[in-house]
């Protein structure tokens, strides 16, 4: 009798059915001072389409996948690879036929576990998006919220710093573990400095320019923080990954800017509401000196 054998046989069966289902795929562990970059590619049914390159902003490529029509359809790919920290590096997309990837299909990178950029019909036939190395945002919403508590006073040249971590890296918010933080750090200010625009200092706005209205670097980091979360987070895509953390959630600000309104009776109907605005802006870009041609400088408001 040959029991152990068979209990060997039954492991190796295991390992390879475990190395079988990851053969498109690659892992990295890296080393202190760097960080993990992950691809994640799922083909449709034209798989020939799509390849894609990740570089260093001087152009040399660190990875890349699917060149010369490589791809199989509706199949998984993912590769992975360490960068050094506070580096640079773009992600390229090609779709030959120019229509993107069909849905479910599409590309995820990720930075370190956090879903930086996504893409499917959308990709078209070009695509890009370039990040850092790593994202600074959790560390950043640290400080912001010691800052707010009392228990780590912040200058205003730190607390503008953390203002530009939130414009620079709004796309390392749609994670769970950060939007849990995110929600607590507009909760704790809300309750022991005031929601955003109903403050002395910030209830008629106040200018984009630091030099013209200067001291309030915590309102400006609390902007840039409210504002990249209805951009980056409050999205479908996002909701349905975490529908506990978004449903219902309303920036008290709103109770002064743009103002309350209950919900509607039947969500199938129409409604319109007025709100506080006073500029149009056919760029989409948001409000600043002078957009209307009109000599103001228009305050700065999350409206979503």
């Given amino acids: 009798m040959f029991v152990v054998n068979k209990f060997i046989m039954r492991n190796v069966i295991f390992v390879s059915f475990i190395l079988?289902?990851?053969?498109n795929y690659s892992f990295a562990q890296c080393p202190a001072g760097q960080v993990e970059i992950r691809v994640d590619i799922l083909t449709d049914n034209y798989g020939y389409e799509n390849y894609w390159t990740l570089s260093y902003e001087s152009g040399d490529v660190i990875i890349q996948g699917g060149q010369e029509g490589v791809y199989e359809n509706f199949t998984n790919y993912s590769q992975t690879v360490c960068v050094v920290e506070q580096t640079s590096v773009v992600f390229e997309i090609y779709d030959q036929y120019g229509d993107g990837i069909f849905t479910p299909g599409g590309y995820w990178l990720y930075v370190d576990d956090f879903l930086v950029s996504s893409g499917s019909n959308d990709i078209g036939s070009y695509a890009t998006f370039t990040t850092n190395t790593p994202c600074e945002t959790s560390e950043a919403l640290l400080d912001l919220q010691n800052h707010i508590n009392g228990n780590n006073v912040l200058s205003q040249s730190e607390l503008l710093a953390i203002r530009d971590i939130l414009l620079a890296q709004p796309e390392c918010l749609p994670n769970e573990e950060v939007i849990v933080l995110a929600k607590s750090i507009i909760e704790d200010?809300?309750?022991l400095v005031g929601p955003l625009f109903s403050t002395p200092d910030t209830v008629n706005g106040f200018s984009k320019d630091p030099l013209a209205a200067?001291?309030?670097?915590?309102?400006?980091?609390?902007?840039?923080?409210q504002q990249a979360i209805l951009d980056f987070v409050i999205t479908p895509e996002v909701y349905l990954e975490y529908p506990e953390h978004i449903d219902g959630w309303v920036f008290n600000t709103s109770y002064t800017f743009p103002g309350y309104v209950d919900p509607p009776a039947d969500p199938s109907l129409n409604h319109s509401v007025l709100?506080?605005?006073?500029f149009e802006d056919p760029d989409g870009a948001n409000p600043y000196f002078n957009i209307n041609g009109d000599g103001t400088n228009h305050a700065l408001r999350p409206t979503g």
């Avoid at 079988?20 to 053969?23: D, E, H, I, S, V």
């Avoid at 200067?214 to 923080?225: K, W, Y």
């Fill in 189 to 191: 200010y809300d309750n």
């Fill in 214 to 225: 200067p001291g309030l670097g915590l309102e400006r980091a609390m902007i840039a923080l």
């Fill in 20 to 23: 079988a289902l990851f053969t």
């Fill in 275 to 278: 709100i506080r605005a006073n």
